[in-house]
């Protein structure tokens, strides 16, 4: 009887220290700890490849054969930028062949033609894209802004710190030192007039999941074809200690068929996230102009 009895409790507390490891760790305030410095990157593609229609997901030996060439493509990209060694390609995100989980198919919905015409404008690639001065460039390579909201994870490796009280949440980025700000407090969305360039953040609560709506962008830039109308609804969940998961859904009737959703990691990193330093280290904006110049010069 003892025997049983001391076996009873030897497994009862196994079962209660065990579902105190997996409690989500908490504020002093009650809400899930999601402080620290985190870090996300994928070489899975946004959308999933044609020749991979079908297959949401790779078995080991097909990802080794795909990331054969997809490493070789991210190289190429690469070595058209400027003091790029730090990229750090990697594998597939769990190896799936596409970020986007909704629609099942991995690819974008269909784009209106709206949609299309800022894909092939607003969205061309910074190399191929026409200027006739510094305002035509893309706002990333003139230092205005980085590429944070939503988040989305490509290659080089993006590493951010967030930072929590009881009515905000603050995300401060590496990239282009972008301080990303999100209340809490039930505020109301800005005046439809007011538009920035990315958006107004709404944060809340649904359990132990953050979910920040954004809207209200000055349509200056563009997620694969989005536009000023769009609406940007974010779900961030402690899947771990060392994990969050992340995902994103785009609703834009103006610019494509459906909304769509992108799902990826995120891991607990080291910091200190430091000065990106972008506009002191900026040679792009002069070296340009200075080339122009310099054609007009020889054509006269």
């Not at 196994?14 to 985190?38: F, I, K, Y």
């Not at 190289?75 to 799936?96: K, S």
């Not at 290659?155 to 700000?181: G, K, W």
């Not at 920040?212 to 402690?238: C, K």
Request: charged letters at 25%.
């Amino acid at each position: 009887m003892r025997r049983t009895l001391l076996v009873g409790l030897l497994l009862a507390i196994s079962v209660t220290a065990a579902a105190q490891e997996t409690r989500t760790p908490r504020t002093p305030w009650g809400a899930p700890d999601l402080n620290g410095h985190w870090e996300y990157r994928s070489t899975t593609p946004l959308e999933r490849p044609a020749a991979l229609a079908g297959k949401a997901v790779l078995t080991p030996a097909e990802e080794a054969a795909y990331l054969t060439e997809r490493h070789a493509a991210i190289g190429r990209e690469r070595d058209l930028q400027l003091n790029a060694d730090w990229w750090q390609p990697g594998g597939l995100t769990d190896g799936r062949t596409s970020l986007i989980v909704d629609p099942p198919d991995g690819r974008l919905p269909a784009r209106t033609a709206a949609g299309a015409e800022r894909a092939r404008t607003l969205g061309i690639a910074i190399r191929m894209r026409s200027a006739d001065g510094p305002e035509d460039r893309e706002r990333y390579e003139r230092c205005i802004m980085g590429r944070t909201v939503p988040l989305l994870a490509v290659s080089p490796n993006r590493l951010a710190q967030i930072f929590q009280t009881p009515d905000y949440v603050a995300i401060l980025h590496e990239q282009n030192s972008d301080l990303r700000i999100i209340p809490l407090d039930g505020r109301p969305a800005l005046p439809a007039p007011i538009r920035q360039w990315q958006g107004a953040s709404r944060g809340r609560w649904e359990d132990d999941t953050l979910v920040v709506e954004t809207a209200g962008f000055n349509g200056a830039w563009t997620l694969q074809g989005t536009g000023p109308e769009a609406r940007y609804v974010e779900r961030i969940r402690l899947a771990g200690p060392d994990t969050l998961r992340y995902e994103f859904t785009a609703h834009d009737p103006d610019s494509f068929a459906g909304h769509w959703t992108v799902m990826f990691p995120i891991t607990r990193a080291v910091g200190p996230v430091f000065e990106n330093a972008c506009h002191e280290g900026n040679y792009s904006m002069p070296l340009i102009l200075r080339g122009a110049r310099a054609q007009e010069r020889a054509a006269r």
